[in-house]
Each structure stands twice: as structure tokens, then as C-alpha cells.
């Protein structure tokens, strides 16, 4: 485990209880690498291999408005593939990483989506136009990443940032006792048959509400974090790393955008509540009510 001398950020301290809390012990903190002037801010080592982190937060740059405003979900996080890739620019031929963590900043967006779309582009619709009649082909309508993506250059649209192999969202995920939901979705199908008909959503909420008074400490948090692979790394992040109980990783396939793994604790959970999870839909939610 690294000591470094710097005193360290709140999403540093998170990110290496993360690191310890999933056996990855063998790290340093703003390490000197020979020949190299500036510190990445993490080395990791697993498995006779090495990787460099580059670790950042984001902070809300302006309260929250009181009335309908334009916002542009991607900024914040195009501003720090900007750092790191300064960070990184000296390191071409290692494996680098950015690590995110969402302090305050109620205008970013770190869905799968919308970090893909910070490095693709802006999410948008494609649709194709007859020319000849003038006008768009009906069910031509399709999801895509139109510009501004940060691994594309503008107009050329040629890779960059290539030295980037993945990003990754260190967050609090909110875990649910196993035991919790499924006796949740038990009592619901017995109120459902004794009244004849499926509860409706205030009928939901108010029932979530009684059986957490049952299950108390159904809910935790518990650090997690969410790879993004960069489909342009020069070289990619390993799939045998971050692969911890509510980890997930997203690619880039051939179908689009694609959740490549899931954590056992987490296929438990989704698996519990029935979840029906996938590229597009990585935050929706089967219930009603979340406490």
C-alpha cells in the first residue's frame, strides 16, 4: 500500500477504501516513476501488471436553479478527461485511467450513457432522408452519438485520448438485502390477490414503507465502482479488475452500448427484483418507491 505525502481528496480516500476494501493491497499514492515529472496520482499493481489512476470529483460549479434552465450534462466530465489526459500525456505506454466521483455537482450525469457520451458524443437521433422525395425515411430513427466527444476529433472524427483506457464512476451504491425484496414482492402478490387487482403506485409506496419497518438495515450503502471502456484505448483496462460484488463494466459492442459484467452481489439484487436491465435502460426501476 502506497504512502503518500499529500493529504488526500475526498474521492482519494474513497477510492482507497475501494481499492482495500476489494483486495487490491499493493498500490502507491502520487508514486515517482523514474525519468517522469509529473505523479499520476495512483499505481496499481495486480498480478504482475501495472496501472496509472488518475482520481478527480466533481463539484457543482453554481447552485441549483430555481427555474427551468439549460444544462449540458457532459461538461463536467469532458473538463476532467482534459485533465487527465494532460496527467497521462507522458505515459502512452502504460495502462491510465480516469476515476470519478460526484461530490455536488447537480448538472453532471454519470449514466452509462451519458459517460459514453462524453467521450463519443452528445446523445442525439440519426435518421435517414430521401433526397429524391424529400423527405425523412419513416422508421429510419436511431440513438446515437452525434459530436463533442472528447476520444473523436472534431470534423476528422479520427481516435484521441487514446492513452485513456477506461473511465470509471466510484460511487455510493445503494445495496438491498436479498431477503428484503423478495419478501417485499411476496407480500405484494398476496395484497394483489386478496384485493384482485395489481396495487397501484400509492398502494406501492405504502407498502415498501411496512416492510422496511420489518427489515431495518434493508438498505446500505456500499462503494462501488462502474468501468467505461474506451473503445479507442491504445491499451485497454483488463476485464479481470474491478470486479467486486456491485461492480459493473459497459462496452461499446456491436449492438451498441452493452454491460460486458455484473457483480454477483448485484445479479443477486437484480435477479430479486425482477430487474429488467440493459444498454439504455441501466436506471430504470421495476418499483414504485425507493426509500
Known amino acids: 500500500m502506497g504512502k503518500g505525502t499529500h493529504r488526500r481528496t475526498e474521492s482519494e480516500t474513497l477510492f482507497e477504501h475501494y481499492l482495500s476494501s476489494n483486495g487490491y493491497e499493493d498500490w502507491e499514492y502520487e508514486p515517482d516513476i523514474p525519468g517522469r515529472r509529473k505523479h499520476p496520482d495512483y499505481l496499481l499493481r495486480s498480478r504482475g501488471r501495472e496501472f496509472l489512476f ?71 437521433i440519426r435518421m435517414d432522408f430521401d433526397a429524391n422525395g ?68 400509492w398502494e406501492a409506496c405504502e407498502l415498501h414503507g411496512e416492510m422496511l419497518l420489518r427489515y431495518p438495515g434493508a438498505i446500505s450503502e456500499v462503494l462501488r465502482v462502474v468501468v467505461h471502456e474506451n473503445p479507442f484505448a491504445r491499451k485497454a483496462l483488463p476485464r479481470d479488475l474491478f470486479t467486486g460484488p456491485y461492480d459493473e463494466r459497459w462496452a461499446i459492442g456491436e449492438d451498441g452500448l452493452q454491460r460486458t459484467f455484473v457483480g454477483a452481489s448485484l445479479r443477486t439484487q437484480e435477479d430479486a427484483e425482477s430487474s429488467r436491465r440493459g444498454a439504455g435502460r441501466d436506471d430504470e426501476e421495476t418499483d414504485e418507491c425507493r426509500a
Open 54 to 124: 488518475e482520481v478527480k470529483e466533481l463539484h457543482q460549479k453554481a447552485p441549483p436553479p430555481k427555474q427551468p434552465r439549460f444544462i449540458d450534462p457532459y461538461k463536467s466530465l469532458r473538463d476532467e478527461i482534459n485533465e487527465a489526459r494532460k496527467q497521462f500525456t507522458h505515459y502512452k505506454e502504460w495502462c491510465c485511467s480516469l476515476v470519478v466521483f460526484n461530490i455536488d455537482d447537480w448538472q453532471a450525469r454519470l449514466k452509462p450513457r451519458h459517460v459514453f457520451a462524453a467521450m463519443l458524443g452528445d446523445l442525439g
Open 134 to 201: 424529400g423527405v425523412i425515411v419513416r422508421g429510419s430513427e436511431r440513438p446515437a452519438f452525434l459530436e463533442r466527444g472528447k476520444m473523436l476529433r472534431p470534423k476528422t472524427y479520427e481516435p484521441q485520448n487514446t492513452t485513456i483506457a477506461a473511465i470509471l464512476v466510484l460511487e455510493r451504491f445503494r445495496a438491498r438485502n436479498p431477503a428484503f425484496v423478495l419478501a417485499l414482492k411476496r407480500e405484494r402478490s398476496l395484497r394483489e390477490a386478496k384485493i384482485g387487482r395489481p396495487v397501484d403506485a
